[in-house]
């Protein structure tokens, strides 16, 4: 597994409205919001780094958590001619913007890809299509382990096997919950790490430290075995959402 780490200096510009429209949304609801800020420009490209990689064949791409469209806008014009992206947003105001993008991007006529927003959690996603990538916005560790153990095996079976999932996680949030958040968050949150440490010693291919992003950032990607029988089960938890 490779671990790279992304240049210091590279320090991105954008976080004035749509930092603002983040804030506003995760007052309302983590779940449906996923983040408090924006990705940056250098988590974005480190989070659509496998579809440049398979690139030129046509592509079947699954975005999960899209927010305000702050990786959409890079991943669209990296979609080789032909391609399927599906985008999932449980945030309706959000979706709304992410049909607006879709509409009006110039990129999307040029390429013929085929572009469709859905406005669900990616648990409920009713669709038989599997993906080569699938790209998740959400940070896990807003979420209970149940929540956690339903998405990643969701991701699972979505991907075509061999397909990668690439994903973000803050650096540092366990520490600061362990310091900070009452005892009951910080048992959460480590019981989520260890739900992804799992995957990621089962299935990761890389992962990159994203620096110049508010907060910096770890990405990892994680493969799907070609043989579905090494999937990992999800627990069996009985939880409401």
């Keep these: 597994m490779n671990d790279w780490t992304t240049p ?49 064949r046509p592509l079947a791409v699954l975005e999960a958590g899209a927010g305000t469209g ?22 309706p105001r959000f979706a709304s913007r992410l049909r607006s993008l879709v509409t009006t991007h110039p990129h999307l006529t040029a390429t013929s890809a085929q572009v469709n927003v859905h406005q669900t959690y990616v648990e409920q996603l009713d669709t038989d299509q599997r993906y080569d990538v699938i790209v998740s916005g959400l940070p896990l560790t807003n979420f209970t382990p149940v929540q956690v153990e339903r998405i990643m ?4 079976e979505l991907l075509h096997p061999g ?66 029988a090494d999937l990992i089960e999800p627990q069996s938890v009985e939880a409401s959402r």
């Design 70 to 91: 702050a990786v959409t806008r890079t991943l669209i014009p990296e979609l080789p001619r032909a391609s399927r992206l599906d985008i999932v947003e449980a945030n």
């Design 163 to 228: 397909g990668t999932l690439t994903y973000f996680a803050y650096l540092g949030t366990r520490k600061a919950r362990a310091l900070t958040a009452p005892r009951a968050e910080a048992c959460r949150h480590a019981a989520v790490d260890e739900i992804m440490a799992t995957y990621q010693r089962t299935y990761a291919t890389g992962r990159w430290t994203v620096w110049a992003n508010v907060p910096p950032a770890y990405v990892w990607h994680l493969q799907r075995p070609l043989v579905s």
């Design 8 to 56: 210091h200096d590279r320090v991105p510009a954008q976080r004035n409205a749509e930092g603002w429209t983040f804030l506003i949304e995760a007052a309302r609801d983590l779940r449906t919001t996923g983040a408090v800020a924006p990705s940056g420009k250098a988590l974005a490209r480190a989070l659509t780094d496998p579809v440049r990689a398979q690139a030129p």
């Design 153 to 156: 095996a969701r991701y699972m």
